[in-house]
């Protein structure tokens, strides 16, 4: 006896269903290297929990604020092989609402540090190819800041080889947040809102979602990081401390992500 076709929700994600799955790429083409990464393996948006600063300035004898310095140097690096390798977006988790609840010593010197990045950053990724986008609350920090942030934004705005996201004064939930707000202002009616139209009231508004999150310092959590744009996403957390992250790293995590077969619950 023949089934009647299975009722699905109107609403489903579509990604559960028609997202078409390519093979891993096998262990032995994984051993080989880098090189062995296919193009095609390569996912299309990097998201970087960037843990580890403060440890690795304890664990050199050095001051906390040194410890991100030393991270901001691990992003020059990080991106120029980024770039190389033709990841299109990369999101880097710098700032979370959260970190407001440290000494204001340890906050002012992390905005300190974003301005000075900012300002002698700018040229190299503009010449990388490299566009700016910031993801947060802007309107909460300093005004010197928001202008520093402002320029840069300006400057890169013709980057054409990778758009890097900085999550500045970031949370999860106040994204969200967020985004109902703005579809309430907009005066969107219940029966409007479907995972579409909240996905385009995210500060991420049309991106790819991460194909793959990557958080160094060993921790196995998302700490509040794209909680709505992750949940198809591959998690690989590595002991390595952010200021140690660099190009090796980077690509062994790619390679974990294209030895991986992802379902999207099918």
């Keep these: 006896m023949a089934r009647s076709p299975l009722a699905r929700p109107t609403d489903a994600p579509p990604r559960a269903h028609l997202v078409e799955q390519a093979e891993p790429t096998s262990p032995a083409a994984a051993e080989e290297g880098s090189a062995a990464i ?21 664990l050199h004898d050095r001051a906390e604020l040194e410890g991100h310095a030393a991270g901001v140097e691990a992003i020059r690096m990080l991106l120029r092989h980024a770039v190389r390798r033709g990841v299109p977006v990369m999101t880097l988790y710098a700032f979370s609402r959260e970190n407001w609840a440290r000494s204001d010593d340890e906050v002012t010197g992390l905005f300190a540090l974003l301005e ?15 566009r700016i986008r910031l993801l947060g609350r802007l309107e909460e920090l ?5 202008r520093s942030i402002d320029d840069a934004l300006a400057q890169t ?44 009231a995210l500060y991420t508004a049309g ?20 909680i709505w744009q992750s949940a198809y996403a591959e998690f690989y957390s590595t002991e390595v401390l952010w200021p140690d992250f660099g190009a090796d790293a980077f690509d062994a995590a790619l390679l974990e992500f294209a030895r991986r077969a992802r379902r999207f619950g099918r």
């Design 38 to 58: 296919d193009p095609a393996d390569l996912p299309r948006h990097v998201a970087i929990i960037m843990d580890g600063n403060r440890r690795w300035a304890r």
């Design 116 to 130: 000075q990045a900012i300002r002698s950053e700018t040229a190299e990724l503009r010449a990388q190819g490299v």
């Design 142 to 146: 300093p005004d010197h800041t928001r």
């Design 157 to 200: 705005a013709d980057g054409d080889r990778l758009l890097l996201n900085v999550a500045f004064n970031y949370a999860g939930r106040t994204e969200l947040v967020d985004a109902f707000r703005r579809l309430t202002e907009r005066g969107v009616t219940p029966d409007e809102i479907d995972e579409s139209v909240i996905s385009e």
């Design 207 to 226: 991106l790819p979602d991460p194909d793959l999150v990557i958080r160094t310092g060993g921790e196995q959590r998302l700490s509040n990081f794209l």
